[in-house]
């Protein structure tokens, strides 16, 4: 049962740089999203998506593109990488977009820009 | 504004001393609130969603409470493998129409053997 698959799970980009994080999903969920987690905030969301071919922005989506062409696949883009972009980045999926439904976390991918 | 927040942000305790985390909230329209456990490089796992003031649940040593202005987390008899990160997480209808979710920026546990 694998859940929500990020892959990779480290990289180090140089300033400028564009790179894509993996996002794939098994349980058959509408609703994807990418957050990032900087020490002493709160997880942030980027984008998110409440179905293939609809996506949104989020709190902080400057610097990022996404796309959902399939229900199970999420791939977040970083256009062209900047220092304040370093963070651990998560993808989390859920059934649909309400209370009863909680959110299921990807394992993370870290990034160092430099 | 919706906040949330987490206090304390970092807890030691010994094994088997109880105690509890504390989530204060301020949101408009309240949908449901949130626990998750978050271990050292892994993504968070979700523990409870509580809906309304005087809810509670339990699993195994945590039982999560939920006031109309807070949450808090009770860890009973806790063991080492409860040491970990404790989010805390709001969603709440917005001015707009839709919903949204705040998250806290978690307290860390440490259960010392």
């Known amino acids: 049962n694998a859940g929500v698959t990020q892959t990779p799970k480290f990289q180090v980009l140089k300033t400028g740089q564009s790179m894509t994080l993996q996002c794939a999903q098994d349980?058959?969920?509408?609703?994807m999203s990418w957050y990032r987690q900087d020490p002493g905030m709160g997880l942030r969301l980027i984008h998110y998506?409440?179905?293939?071919?609809?996506?949104d922005q989020g709190e902080v989506p400057n610097g990022y593109n996404v796309s959902r062409s399939t229900t199970e696949d999420f791939p977040l883009r970083l256009l062209s990488a900047a220092p304040s972009q370093t963070s651990v980045y998560f993808c989390?999926?859920?059934?649909?977009?309400?209370?009863?439904?909680?959110?299921?976390f990807g394992n993370g991918t870290r990034l160092t820009v430099t | 504004e919706d906040q949330v927040t987490q206090s304390p942000e970092a807890l030691r305790l010994q094994e088997g001393e109880s105690s509890s985390l504390n989530c204060s909230y301020t949101v408009s329209g309240l949908r449901g609130l949130f626990w998750y456990r978050q271990d050292p490089g892994k993504g968070p796992e979700f523990l409870f969603t509580l809906y309304s003031a005087g809810e509670e649940k339990e699993k195994e040593r945590l039982k999560a409470t939920l006031t109309k202005k807070e949450s808090f987390l009770h860890i009973t008899a806790p063991k080492p493998e409860d040491s970990a990160t404790y989010l805390c997480a709001v969603q709440a209808r917005t001015n707009f129409g839709n919903e949204k979710l705040t998250f806290g920026t978690g307290t860390r546990l440490t259960i010392i053997p």
């Open positions: 989390a999926s859920s059934l649909r977009t309400a209370a009863n439904s909680p959110l299921h």
């Open positions: 998506s409440v179905g293939a071919g609809i996506t």
């Open positions: 349980m058959n969920h509408e609703y």
